[in-house]
């Protein structure tokens, strides 16, 4: 009796295995025929949206779908987008967040929130008069109204899903339609551009991996660093700001790579007719790489993220009449885009103090002559370029700290060991600036400014 059980046990699980293999190559063998593509791709993209998880970006999606569809072009519609994209983001902050950086379902859902709220603004744009609208509007409103395969397309394109870039909807569309080519009518002559930013990108992979057992955020917290001389610890976080961004920097050139091999990338001629591939860049190496100034890292840095913010964010806030207010809550909006730890708000906080004394200094030395004479002496050009970039660096490396270490208790004794020395010099140089300009400026370059 047990023996015959058993082989009827056998059988049956034979027979369901059997049955299992061929339905699964017969049915994946036939769809992925149909959709023109291999099994093997299909097999990857089935696992990847049998993710547990996946459910946090398709309610999102369908209901973003949902308010376009049902609230339509209105100021209702983005306010409603702005506020449910970003609480929900926040909420999965809340419940997901630890000490540590987290690569969760979060991670990807940032890039989206921004994606899906872009979207919402473009399409409220799209039902605007053209006349009304600036260039750079008219150029990401949305005139049809997309359809749901339409906004999944774009959400989920595999090319900038996990970590960015963020494009438009319009600039998405423009790659269906097969328009995003060197060669109309033809596939993108990309591999070789892809294949640059691909191998710039693994440079600094490389980089950081051989770097990365040596300069680490940990190092900063222990009685180590503490116990060694105040110009060691300054030192030690002039070169892990620096080197701590090539992580990112390491990202984003090999998505760049991918957008560039579709084709997203493709932004057109430069007057000599040669093909442009920036539309994805999320980086200028160079820039980034020989900067002394603050804002050209900012500006060589996340520069889709940084687009992206300046264009749905702060622009929109021009009714407030204030620069440096619409500047300061952007920089807000940024960093709990990032999260909810407290080190976000000190790193971007650290920003928006950074930018404004850079600005004043740079307005000193443009219309004082004595500076002015002095910044323009050639022999002194490359000791100028030293002092910068150590202060560049230094003051990016200890805004970082804040960044990467997330929470009050750890940046708040780091920054303790070196005695608050970015926020007392950047505090310090923004009450005494507007008196030395005043001192230093004569009054026909004031009366000449004003005018």
Wanted: proline share 3%.
């Amino acid at each position: 009796m047990a023996s015959a059980a058993e082989g009827d046990v056998g059988t049956v699980a034979e027979l369901a295995r059997v049955l299992r293999w061929g339905f699964e190559e017969l049915s994946l063998n036939k769809l992925a025929t149909s959709l023109g593509a291999s099994e093997q791709a299909l097999r990857l993209i089935i696992s990847i949206f049998m993710g547990n998880q996946l459910y946090h970006s398709l309610l999102c999606i369908m209901l973003q779908f949902l308010i376009l569809r049902l609230m339509g072009r209105t100021v209702t519609a983005v306010l409603t987008t702005y506020c449910f994209q970003m609480a929900y983001l926040l909420a999965g902050y809340y419940y997901t967040a630890t000490g540590n950086y987290d690569i969760k379902w979060t991670m990807p859902h940032c890039v989206l929130t921004l994606k899906l709220i872009g979207l919402a603004v473009d399409y409220f744009d799209g039902g605007k008069d053209q006349n009304s609208l600036s260039s750079e509007q008219q150029k990401y409103a949305i005139r049809g109204v997309p359809s749901l395969l339409e906004v999944a397309g774009f959400s989920y394109f595999y090319g900038a899903f996990l970590v960015g870039p963020q494009f438009s909807m319009n600039h998405y569309m423009k790659l269906v339609r097969g328009e995003l080519t060197d060669i109309p009518g033809k596939i993108p002559n990309s591999t070789i551009p892809a294949l640059k930013r691909l191998s710039l990108g693994l440079v600094y992979l490389v980089g950081y991996t051989l770097l990365s057992p040596h300069i680490t955020e940990d190092y900063l917290l222990t009685e180590d660093y503490e116990n060694h001389p105040f110009w060691f610890r300054c030192v030690y976080m002039l070169l892990w700001g620096k080197f701590v961004l090539y992580k990112y920097v390491t990202c984003w050139l090999v998505t760049e790579g991918v957008c560039i091999l579709t084709g997203l990338g493709f932004s057109g001629f430069d007057e000599r007719g040669k093909a442009m591939w920036d539309a994805c860049a999320n980086m200028k190496v160079w820039l980034f790489e020989t900067t002394p100034r603050f804002t050209g890292t900012i500006a060589s840095f996340n520069i889709n993220t940084n687009a992206w913010v300046a264009r749905y964010f702060f622009k929109r806030l021009k009714f407030l009449g204030n620069k440096e207010l619409s500047q300061g809550l952007s920089l807000l909006f940024l960093a709990l885009w990032h999260g909810l730890h407290s080190g976000y708000l000190v790193c971007f906080q650290m920003e928006f103090l950074i930018v404004i004394v850079e600005r004043q200094a740079a307005s000193l030395i443009q219309e004082s002559p004595t500076l002015s004479n002095l910044a323009s002496i050639t022999v002194l050009q490359p000791f100028y370029y030293l002092v910068q970039q150590t202060i560049h660096w230094l003051f990016m490396g200890y805004s970082m700290t804040a960044f990467c270490l997330f929470t009050w208790d750890k940046w708040f004794k780091v920054y303790k060991s070196i005695y608050f020395l970015g926020h007392v010099f950047f505090l310090s140089l923004l009450f005494i600036l507007p008196y030395v300009h005043k001192a230093m400026v004569p009054r026909k370059e004031k009366l000449k400014k004003m005018g």
